[in-house]
């Protein structure tokens, strides 16, 4: 397989910025604390939720990355060389 327009390959490099985004996502919840001894456990939560988090399994990043890959493909204009014969 060969494509037309390999330069378009270039484009999946854009997969580096949406995994960094995912990345430095915050994850919070707002949480109703009835008395001030249970806030440490919510510092605690705060401090596990800080930037450049291990990557978690997310569906929609997993589409992103997928539509991504067809679109560079797509870009691509794969082909497939096929030998053919001169009729005289």
Known sequence: ??????????LSLLAAPIIILY???LRRREVEVSSTMLWSLLLRDREANSPWQ????NLLLLLQLLLLLLL?????RP??????QARQ
């Open 23 to 25: 990345m430095l996502k």
């Open 72 to 76: 560079v493909v797509a870009l691509a």
């Open 54 to 57: 291990k990557l978690k399994r």
């Open 1 to 10: 397989m060969s494509f037309l327009s390999p330069l378009a390959l270039a």
């Open 79 to 84: 082909f497939i060389p096929v030998p053919t």
